[in-house]
């Protein structure tokens, strides 16, 4: 069984559990501001680090972008 501290999502699990849109996801992705890690063409998302960096983030200006 997958260990919650392993689990890698990809850009639409990344969109849900944080509950903003992909092209957020995106824009923040190109900026440099998430951490991620491209695999061929696919990006992919360690929940530990993106757990790890909401964290880190949490006192800074938040990250807006397009409504839905």
């Not at 260990?3 to 190109?30: G, M, W």
């Not at 061929?40 to 909401?54: C, S, T």
Request: proline share 4%.
């Amino acid at each position: 069984m997958e260990e919650a501290t392993d689990k890698v999502f990809n850009i639409d699990e990344l969109a849900t559990y944080l509950k903003i849109p992909k092209s957020t996801i995106y824009k923040i992705v190109r900026e440099g501001k998430i951490p991620s890690q491209k695999i061929g063409r696919h990006w992919r998302f360690r929940k530990f680090a993106i757990d790890r960096w909401l964290e880190e983030t949490r006192e800074e200006k938040p990250v807006t972008g397009e409504s839905h």
